[in-house]
């Protein structure tokens, strides 16, 4: 008899002299020794499955189920094959005719015992907490909130402006994901995760902290249209690191829907601006009201000697309900009724007005607030259940609190 390891550890068996038979559905059946033992197995089985075929109960395994395709994860199963240097796992190695096999030695039990240890032992340093996976941008979570406990407000700020430049802000916009998978909710109640970093980075607006030392200029540029969130951040992260950029935008102030899409009863536009202000303060310039397509093209930046264009122009159309009368008089999509309130423009909403707001995510409840407090009787209408809304059930409790008829399945 003759063995050879392929790639994967695997062995091959090759002797001459097997006896091979089959099984009732047509597989090759030929012999093995486990533990001693000749017993009877057949093509595609693995060690562990002739073992259990014949009686041989001392091959201990955790992740083996029928159910699932066998992965080797927890190595309880591990056997010596005469021939094989490294122990194999018995789940997934195929029998081959000839092979010698060992269960139980005073090597394999240190080695399960020693798998097993760190199957139970405490993972924690090892796993990213639930809200911090929940959080699309993946901040870390447990470290700001360690920083703000001792009172490190200013380093709290900067871990989190590690990947996004805006905490305060968010601090106050963002529908908080990760307060929904938050463990302390196990015990009392979720902490207001998303208010902390928003606290922490207020208490030193104007003497802001920085993620990391500005780089040296590289001499690149970059023409960034939007001066939206995302173009924002775009030149925020491209000034730290060195390049020149330059922000065109077609509205006559920067911030995007958080200024012109977010009422400012929800983000005071003062207290907006000094945190963008820490964009500009990087040496970033901007230009409004020029718009791509109208005033000017992607070329026409490549032709100012732009390296690079980067796009973030943002949704400004509102969905299309294609409903019967949805053009009708006094009809207003929610986008421009929202940017025409902040801009002091005329707005169809006035006191003792009676209003239907069709919709139930954060924009509707949006538009929603902005007229109760306009003085109109709004109603707010969904056509689906409390639960499915886009908002939060918060979102919906403050509108309901502040006077709205809030409907459903309509």
């Known amino acids: 008899m003759a063995i050879s390891i392929r790639d994967n550890l695997s062995p091959i068996v090759h002797d001459a002299q097997a006896v091979m038979v089959r099984?009732?559905?047509?597989?090759?059946?030929?012999?093995?020794?486990?533990?001693?033992?000749?017993v009877q197995a057949y093509e595609n089985q693995t060690?562990?499955?002739?073992?259990?075929?014949?009686?041989?109960?001392?091959?201990?395994n955790?992740?083996?189920?029928?159910?699932?395709?066998?992965?080797?994860?927890?190595?309880?199963?591990?056997?010596?094959?005469?021939?094989?240097?490294?122990?194999?796992?018995?789940?997934?190695?195929?029998?081959?005719?000839?092979?010698?096999?060992?269960?139980?030695?005073?090597?394999?039990?240190?080695i399960r015992r020693t798998n097993l240890e760190m199957l139970l032992?405490?993972?924690?340093?090892?796993?990213?907490?639930?809200?911090?996976?929940?959080?699309?941008?993946?901040?870390?979570?447990?470290?700001?909130?360690?920083?703000?406990?001792?009172?490190?407000?200013?380093?709290?700020?900067?871990?989190?402006?590690?990947?996004?430049?805006?905490?305060?802000?968010?601090?106050?916009?963002?529908?908080?994901?990760?307060?929904?998978?938050?463990?302390?909710?196990?015990?009392?109640?979720?902490?207001?995760?998303?208010?902390?970093?928003?606290h922490a980075a207020e208490m030193c607006l104007l003497d802001p902290p920085h993620p990391y030392p500005k780089d040296p200029p590289t001499g690149k540029r970059v023409a960034i249209v939007g001066a939206g969130p995302a173009g924002l951040t775009c030149a925020y992260y491209l000034a730290l690191k060195g390049h020149y950029c330059k922000v065109f935008d077609m509205q006559p102030q920067p911030g995007g829907m958080l200024r012109y899409g977010i009422p400012e009863y929800r983000l005071q536009k003062d207290m907006m601006d000094r945190e963008i202000d820490h964009v500009w303060e990087l040496g970033v310039d901007l230009q409004c009201n020029?718009?791509?397509g109208k005033d000017f093209t992607i070329d026409d930046l490549f032709a100012q000697g732009f390296d690079a264009v980067y796009l973030g122009i943002g949704c400004w159309i509102s969905n299309d309900p294609n409903l019967p009368g949805d053009d009708a008089e006094g009809v207003v999509n929610a986008i421009s009724y929202l940017g025409e309130k902040v801009e002091g423009k005329p707005i169809p909403v006035k006191e003792g007005n009676e209003v239907v707001v069709i919709g139930g995510g954060f924009t509707a409840f949006d538009c929603t607030r902005t007229?109760?407090?306009?003085?109109?009787?709004?109603?707010?209408?969904?056509?689906?259940?409390?639960?499915?809304?886009?908002?939060?059930?918060?979102?919906?409790?403050?509108?309901?609190?502040?006077g709205t008829d809030l409907q459903f399945y309509v």
């Not at 499955?49 to 041989?56: F, L, P, R």
């Not at 905490?167 to 994901?177: F, Q, R, W």
């Not at 407090?373 to 409790?397: D, F, I, N, P």
């Open 290 to 292: 020029v718009k791509l």
């Open 121 to 198: 032992s405490d993972h924690n340093a090892y796993c990213q907490p639930p809200c911090q996976i929940d959080c699309p941008t993946h901040i870390d979570i447990p470290g700001y909130l360690e920083l703000i406990a001792k009172g490190s407000m200013k380093e709290a700020a900067r871990l989190v402006k590690e990947v996004l430049p805006f905490p305060y802000i968010l601090g106050l916009t963002c529908p908080a994901p990760c307060q929904k998978a938050c463990r302390r909710a196990l015990v009392e109640e979720e902490i207001a995760i998303c208010r902390m970093h928003g």
């Open 62 to 110: 955790m992740c083996d189920d029928e159910k699932l395709e066998p992965t080797a994860t927890c190595r309880m199963c591990l056997v010596h094959v005469e021939g094989v240097k490294q122990p194999l796992p018995a789940c997934t190695t195929p029998a081959i005719p000839g092979m010698v096999v060992t269960t139980n030695s005073d090597e394999l039990f240190h």
């Open 47 to 60: 060690l562990l499955s002739v073992a259990s075929d014949n009686g041989i109960p001392d091959i201990p």
């Open 371 to 402: 007229s109760l407090r306009l003085g109109a009787k709004v109603h707010t209408m969904y056509r689906r259940s409390r639960l499915e809304m886009g908002a939060t059930q918060e979102e919906a409790e403050d509108g309901e609190a502040e």
């Open 23 to 38: 099984n009732e559905t047509g597989h090759p059946g030929f012999t093995l020794t486990i533990d001693g033992k000749t």
